[in-house]
């Protein structure tokens, strides 16, 4: 028997680590495909499109990590996209001759860069900075929230009064940030080029994809193992960890940093690609349009939170170029049915109910082995798919 | 020194005046809150609805001449009241019901609803209202016929996959023909803002020292007061304010002993909207209406629910005027002046502070900091329900 078990302990993980081989070799290969064969199929302009939306699928596998694993509805990630993407711009606008400073401080009667631009000067720091910046003020945030047991829907507002609050503080502050303007990168030198150019923007868009690979693989390897199955536990019933002997607060506040992070990278891609950063990215709708592409796509479902970034966002460019007023209608309708018809998004259908409907279109359901009166009986059929339900 | 006084007097008058406003935005909300845990993010533009009809009612007033045009505004709080609350009626019966315990989709729900009445009052015409109404007709016209059907609950899934995308079809055929129409497809409101101008009798105010107290800060004082009493009496008085005070407390028991839940979520839905509509009435005396006038307000008036509290109006109350007189005093450098003219030697220091955030949009940073300070120390709000559940 002991030996029973064990040797099907050792066969599940071989297949285990089978599928593991197998989703990574998926996973290099479409990033391969992306990196090689699409620049040749699509014009530059749909380049940097795809390249923006995809730094865009970063920012919503942090969210579906606290949201879709963890629970945590956040309407406030756009802070910690505009600090990633404010990091870098600051950065790119000190490529400039030494002892000079950015052009816009002059129109307010700043002759001196402020104290907190200086560290700036240097590349490392920036990088850094661009993580750990949104990270610390997403800790601070979530701490002084989580340590109170303050959750739900008092969460998600008190993340849209920071939002509002942030906003208010970038787009006030003309003499420190050059307020609602914003800081231009298009137009900035990195390492002797100009970001704005397209060379430079398809090295962008090349780091982009292998960012994007190395967050999903990250949040994978995060939610696949006991944290993952803590967050999930803290999700579906936080009062029984908190008995169970965990704390609940500090893994919160870890997963939130996290996330803040991961949406960090994604606003400096972002910024570089769309060639300014302004208070604009701290805009309410814009972070909760970040919360409906991880719907759309799936909760819990990493593939579902990029493919739903990239789907929401290319239908967004298809139907705003056209008719701008059908596109607000079109959101708020997505809103209402991906919370009311397809809860789990598409990818999560498709994982549930998809694959056998698929079956019984083609005409081989899924046969069990029970009474075959059960089968038959209709009314116990119907009670079976309510109490699956 | 006397100017100094009324300075700070000017101060907490324009505060309170701020929170009455924010007071009755936040009513609704937490009375919503407080029974059904439900986020309501299209609260504004509900207010927004109120603020339009304000604006329609004045319209159709105005042609009645002067001293019947001057009484618009009662009909109009009226009006807005009926409208606001219809809206929040189907917003219930059509969306939220399906998803109550599950308040952060709904959260997200109320939202998608925001975004669609907001690009409803830009976008709406004669044509677009009636084929509306068309694809009201065929739908629910249907539905209403079928349902008599004995085989109904086995078919209801199929009809609807039917009827829904047929009746869109015909309503938006029928909607793109009448626009066609050039009166027809003029737009209503269209996205520029409008104006709605005060009565008479609310122009100017009350000279007070170096500054006056506007009529109609005054009037929204009083309509503030006024919905406060009678909700007070609503909730503590009558037989559904005490069915919903019941719910409140524990839905369970209260569904136990015989009171329709599902009654009293939607009838107080349709309140919280009402009050929504009022308070939008409110507002577009205060500057001009467009369709995106609740966002300005929202936030802020979550952060009275936040800081106040479910269990009680009261905790709504303080909670308003309290935020609403340190934005006030905050934004508008009241406290740097009193401490810079206090002469004090050691609080100088803290006049630099002051003066940083002395504009509006950085009072709102302070006010959040406090905010979340506050939370640390009662992070359920001023008056948390009282109970032993491991949620409370």
């Not at chain 1, 056998?356 to 279109?361: A, H, I, N, V």
């Not at chain 2, 209801?156 to 497809?185: M, W, Y």
Request: hydrophobic letters at 55%; aromatic letters at 12%.
């Amino acid at each position: 028997m002991a030996v029973d078990t064990a040797l099907g302990r050792q066969r599940s993980r071989r297949s285990r680590k089978n599928k593991l081989l197998i989703e990574a070799g998926i996973v290099v290969g479409v990033a391969l495909i992306l990196a090689v064969i699409v620049p040749l199929i699509l014009s530059d302009f749909r380049l940097t499109l795809l390249a923006r939306f995809m730094s865009l699928a970063i920012v919503a596998l942090g969210i579906d990590l606290i949201w879709g694993f963890t629970g945590l509805l956040s309407l406030g990630h756009g802070i910690f996209f505009a600090l990633g993407g404010y990091a870098l711009a600051m950065y790119l606008q000190l490529q400039i001759p030494e002892g000079q400073i950015p052009d816009f401080f002059p129109l307010y009667g700043v002759t001196e860069l402020p104290w907190f631009w200086e560290p700036f000067h240097s590349f490392p720091f920036t990088l850094v900075a661009i993580v750990v910046l949104p990270m610390i003020v997403a800790g601070l945030l979530g701490y002084l929230v989580f340590r109170n047991r303050i959750r739900g829907v008092y969460f998600s507002i008190l993340t849209q009064a920071a939002l509002v609050v942030f906003f208010n503080f970038f787009n006030g502050q003309q003499k420190l940030i050059n307020g609602t303007n914003g800081l231009k990168t298009s137009t900035t030198m990195l390492f002797g080029n100009q970001v704005g150019s397209p060379s430079v923007q398809f090295s962008f868009y090349l780091i982009t994809i292998l960012l994007l690979t190395l967050t999903y693989a990250f949040c994978r390897w995060l939610t696949s193992g006991r944290f993952g199955r803590l967050l999930v536990a803290i999700r579906d019933d936080e009062n029984r960890v908190r008995f169970s002997g965990y704390d609940p607060t500090s893994f919160k506040v870890l997963v939130f940093a996290i996330s803040g992070g991961i949406a960090g990278i994604a606003g400096a891609l972002y910024t570089v690609q769309s060639g300014i950063v302004s208070p604009q990215y701290m805009d309410i709708a814009f972070s909760i349009e970040m919360v409906i592409w991880v719907a759309v796509g799936g909760r819990a479902t990493l593939v579902g939170a990029i493919l739903g970034a990239i789907a929401v966002n290319y239908a967004r460019s298809l139907l705003s170029e056209q008719f701008p007023e059908v596109w607000l209608f079109f959101q708020g309708a997505l809103f209402l049915i991906v919370v009311l018809v397809l809860p789990a998004g598409i990818v999560g259908w498709l994982r549930t109910d998809g694959i056998d409907g698929f079956r019984r279109l083609t005409g081989n359901s899924r046969t069990l082995s029970t009474f075959p009166s059960v089968e038959l009986d209709e009314s116990l059929q119907k009670e079976r798919e309510i109490a699956e339900k | 020194m006397l100017q100094a006084l009324f300075g700070l007097f000017d101060g907490i008058f324009n505060g309170i005046s701020i929170g009455a406003v924010l007071l009755i935005a936040a009513l609704g909300l937490a009375i919503i809150f407080g029974l059904m845990g439900v986020i309501n993010l299209a609260h504004g533009e509900l207010m927004m609805l109120g603020a339009y009809t304000t604006y329609v009612v004045q319209l159709a007033f105005r042609p009645l001449g002067e001293p019947l045009f001057s009484l618009y505004i009662f009909v109009a709080v009226v009006a807005a009241f009926i409208v606001a609350a219809l809206v929040g009626l189907a917003l219930e019966r059509g969306v939220i019901r399906y998803l109550y315990g599950r308040p952060l989709e709904t959260l997200l729900a109320t939202w998608g609803v925001s975004l669609i009445l907001r690009q409803f009052v830009r976008s709406v015409s004669g044509a677009m209202a009636i084929s509306i109404a068309v694809f009201c007709l065929l739908f629910f016209g249907a539905l209403w016929v079928l349902r008599k059907r004995s085989d109904w609950a086995s078919m209801q899934k199929k009809a609807i996959a039917i009827l829904l995308p047929l009746s869109l079809a015909i309503a938006g055929g029928s909607g793109f023909l009448l626009n066609q129409v050039p009166i027809l497809a003029r737009l209503w409101f269209s996205t520029r803002n409008v104006d709605v101008t005060a009565p008479a009798w609310l122009r100017g105010g009350i000279p007070f020292g170096i500054s006056q107290l506007p009529y109609t800060r005054l009037f929204i004082i009083a309509l503030t007061v006024l919905c406060l009493i009678g909700i007070y009496w609503f909730l503590n008085r009558s037989v559904w304010g005490l069915r919903i005070r019941s719910v409140t407390q524990n839905r369970d028991m209260s569904a136990c002993l015989g009171i329709p839940t599902a009654q009293v979520d939607a009838l107080t839905f349709a309140l919280g909207s009402g009050l929504a509509g009022v308070a939008g009435c409110a507002v577009s005396l205060l500057g001009s209406v467009g369709p995106n006038l609740g966002t300005n307000y929202i936030v802020d008036s979550f952060m009275v629910v936040v800081v106040g509290g479910v269990g009680k109006l009261v905790g709504s109350i303080v909670a308003a005027l309290v935020i609403g007189t340190l934005n006030y005093l905050i934004g508008s450098g009241t406290i740097a002046i009193i401490l810079g003219g206090s002469g004090v030697e050691f609080l100088q220091p803290l006049v630099g502070f002051f003066t940083f955030f002395a504009t509006a949009s950085m009072a709102k940073v302070m006010v959040f900091v406090l905010i979340i300070a506050f939370l640390q120390v009662r992070p359920a709000g001023l008056f948390p329900q009282k109970g032993r559940s491991v949620e409370a």
